[in-house]
């Protein structure tokens, strides 16, 4: 076996798992041969140091000298109250948990680096949008909307990708999703809407999912919301990975630059491991075998210094442009089409640190939309403005009082002065005798406004008669969901039309499921008469529309299939092996899939992995039973002729290889794999299985499978690949 491809461990095994990302072994911790601790008197384990450094203390700074008993009136007499270590340790237990996030409770972060590589300095007077090759440290958060804290990953929901910009002028934050538009126009209406999408007040279920009654009421009462709809029963809600999305400031923006010109913006993060989503069936089992899929992949990839980026995009318009447009850029329902208004790339993102602590980092950042530096302002977008308001809000609510900023991961790295003081854990105060201003204390009268810096808000013309109202030109409401659905490749229409029926037949009220098809017959006839009849309805009447729905020409960047990878980068590989399996063979997949920079692990019928046929010893990073296709991008089924008896007697085998089918997935084999084919009921071949018989072959697999899936196959194995059918 080359070097290559192994990893030593203790024992001198091969770890079967990519090396860039196998687990060290800490030094000096070789496995051992005698496992007993220190005990006390009733058997509690004790672990000292004589190390001052090292010494655990209170949260005074008191050293410990037993962390497993607490202080007794007798060894079986009463706790004593003057226990002062128990305590301040059950104490700070007690207060752990801080209110989750109502929305985005379920999240995962990484630190990272801002690089501009083209300056909009003609645009704007931010500093870090203008020097080309300047680093700017950022904080980026991805998380799911609806569920909770301790929710699953894969939930079918819309992605938050929130980035903290820590600037030479203060923190600049884009608070975005991975869906470039959204569900609701104006503010007061955002109660409503995650009110109805989380679970339903008086059962508290379902959790983190949309397929229930109270949300599709809500969606079906409100016409507003189905262009999102569109993307939220799209591939674009179950990711692959953080990794492998889009991320959209949904807003316009102002960049405003040193001559006080305004020109609109919006802001997107444009993968470089190019889009990838999962199938729902995929989902579901991943969220079973793997609830941490998502951060899992995160964690890996920037462990092993596979380090993910995004480029920043900008569209750039001026209000003359705005006003050609046929819609309402002011309206959160709509997008640019990238035809429209080209995306401008300006910079790269990359994420190369991990946290040194969840809460610490990810759980107490706290973003908000009006976090803007001098070059940036807002838009007249009204949920904007809503935004504006709420976020500083529930900081307050969270994060225990107003000096939330003194935490680190939320401090500016740029010099703060001002006369704000005191309030719960403040961790600096104004110094000197001025606490405000103006103040006649000369130069030690602290912090002054500054006119030539400070930031300026774009002075707009604003008029009009104060009224509860919304305005006219953000009435069209399907024309860009419909502008969605057909720039769709037909698999992925496909995909639409199974999570609408699947989505709706959770949905109690056949009045509410009828409802929301006749919406659909306003976005495409065709996708609606294909959900009417997976749910067994009789065609309703179209919904009433404030204004009819226009044709407007396909956009391919809306496609997730049109915008995919070109390699097999970054993916992984689960490679299926017993006792006797082909060294040679083993040994040339894993050399070709580290070329092409991808991932890889061995999935063994036992944990301690396997011997291969020429005496080496393989460790298995999963067992059979714990590591299903689901968690793979594509597989190798690579058993001997005497190992592959045994795994077609297993179910979980045979599910292995019956869901790579199912789910459209490349899969390698060699000739012994045929007879668990067989027992898992895979009997069809099609382009997507490829024989590796010979070594040489291993590299022309790893090419195949940068196109990740094999589509034709769905539409012979799928009951419903009917409605793709009728869309060709």
């Known amino acids: 076996m080359t070097m290559a491809s192994k990893t030593k461990t203790g024992a001198g095994k091969t770890k079967g798992e990519t090396p860039a990302t196998a687990p060290l072994v800490p030094a000096g911790a070789d496995a051992p041969t005698y496992y007993a601790e220190p005990q006390g008197h009733g058997g509690e384990t004790h672990q000292t140091t004589d190390d001052v450094a090292n010494t655990m203390t209170t949260q005074q700074g008191v050293p410990i000298a037993d962390d497993q008993n607490s ?14 270590i128990l305590r301040e340790k059950i104490f700070h237990f007690d207060h752990e948990r801080i209110p989750e996030r109502v929305v985005h409770a379920r999240g995962y972060g990484a630190h990272g680096v801002f690089e501009l590589t083209d300056s909009l300095s003609d645009y704007t ?17 991805f998380s799911t909307v609806a569920g909770n804290k301790g929710s699953m990953d894969l939930a079918r929901d819309v ?15 884009i608070v975005g999703n991975n869906i470039p538009v959204f569900f609701i126009q104006d503010p007061i209406k955002f109660p409503d809407l995650v009110h109805a999408v989380k679970q339903e007040p008086d059962r508290a279920f379902p959790q983190a999912q949309s397929a229930h009654d109270n949300y599709w009421d809500f969606a079906s009462l409100s016409p507003e919301a189905w262009h999102m709809v569109m993307w939220q029963m799209s591939d674009r809600t179950i990711p692959r990975s953080f990794r492998t999305m889009e991320g959209f400031g949904v807003h316009s923006f102002r960049l405003v630059n040193a001559e006080g010109k305004s020109t609109f913006v919006k802001f997107h993060w444009k993968p470089r491991q190019g889009l990838q989503s999962v199938l729902w069936n995929e989902a579901v089992k991943i969220n079973g075998a793997d609830p941490d899929f998502h951060r899992r992949d995160l964690w890996t990839a920037i462990e092993g210094g596979d380090f993910p980026q995004w480029d920043l995009g900008v569209q750039l318009f001026d209000q003359e442009t705005a006003d050609r447009l046929p819609f309402d850029h002011l309206d959160s329902t709509k997008l640019i089409p990238e035809e429209e208004v080209p995306v401008r790339i300006v910079g790269t993102l990359t994420l190369n640190r991990n946290v040194d602590n969840f809460f610490a980092a990810t759980e107490q950042v706290a973003f908000c939309t009006q976090n803007v530096v001098p070059g940036i302002d807002f838009s007249d977008d009204p949920l904007l403005h809503g935004r504006n308001f709420s976020y500083l809000d529930t900081q307050l609510k969270r994060l225990g009082g107003p000096n939330f900023t003194h935490i680190p991961v939320n401090a500016p790295r740029c010099p703060v002065m001002n006369f704000q003081q005191d309030g719960h854990m403040a961790m600096h105060n104004p110094k000197g005798r001025a606490n405000y201003e103006p103040n006649s204390w000369g130069p030690d009268g602290g912090p002054r406004e500054n006119p030539t810096i400070g930031y300026r808000s774009f002075p707009a013309e604003v008029q009009g008669t104060k009224q509860r109202l919304r305005a006219e030109t953000f009435a069209d409401h399907y024309s860009q ?40 017959r306003l976005i495409d006839e065709g996708l609606a008469a294909t959900v009417a009849d997976g749910l067994g309805l009789d065609l309703p009447e179209p919904a009433q529309a404030a204004k009819p729905t226009r044709d407007l020409p396909p956009s391919a ?11 097999f980068k970054g993916r992984k590989m689960g490679i299926l092996l017993t006792d006797d399996s082909s060294a040679e063979l083993f040994q040339a997949l894993t050399k070709a899939l580290e070329a092409e920079g991808a991932l890889w692990e061995v999935v063994a019928p036992k944990i301690g992995g396997v011997t291969l046929d020429d005496g080496t010893k393989v460790a298995a ?13 594509a597989v190798a089924v690579l058993p001997s002729e005497t190992g592959v008896a045994m795994l077609a007697k297993d179910a979980t085998a045979k599910d292995f290889v019956a869901d790579a089918f199912a789910h459209a997935k490349f899969i390698g084999h060699n000739a012994a794999a045929e007879r668990l084919f067989e027992a898992a009921g895979v009997t069809e071949r099609d382009e997507g299985f490829v024989t590796l018989a010979k070594a040489k072959q291993a590299k022309g697999f790893v090419t195949t499978c940068r196109a990740l899936r094999h589509w034709p196959r769905e539409l012979a194995v799928d009951l419903d690949a009917a409605s793709l059918r009728h869309a060709e």
Do not use: C, M
């Open 71 to 84: 202080l007794k009136a007798g060894a079986r007499g009463p706790t004593l109250l003057e226990d002062f």
């Open 125 to 141: 007077q931010a500093d870090v949008l203008s020097t080309v090759g300047q680093q700017t440290e950022v904080f980026v958060r």
């Open 159 to 173: 992605r938050g990708f929130a980035v903290k910009f820590y600037t030479r002028q203060g923190n600049w934050d």
């Open 481 to 520: 969901a419909r502008q969605f659905f057909v720039s769709q490749q037909p698999i992925e229409q496909k995909h639409i039309g199974d999570a609408l029926v699947f989505e709706l037949s959770k949905v109690e009220r056949v009045d509410i499921r009828a409802r929301a098809v006749s919406h659909l």
């Open 557 to 567: 960047k809306l496609s997730i299939l049109a915008n995919g990878p070109d390699s």
């Open 621 to 633: 990073r999963q067992k059979i039973d714990g590591g299903p296709s689901v968690l793979y991008d």
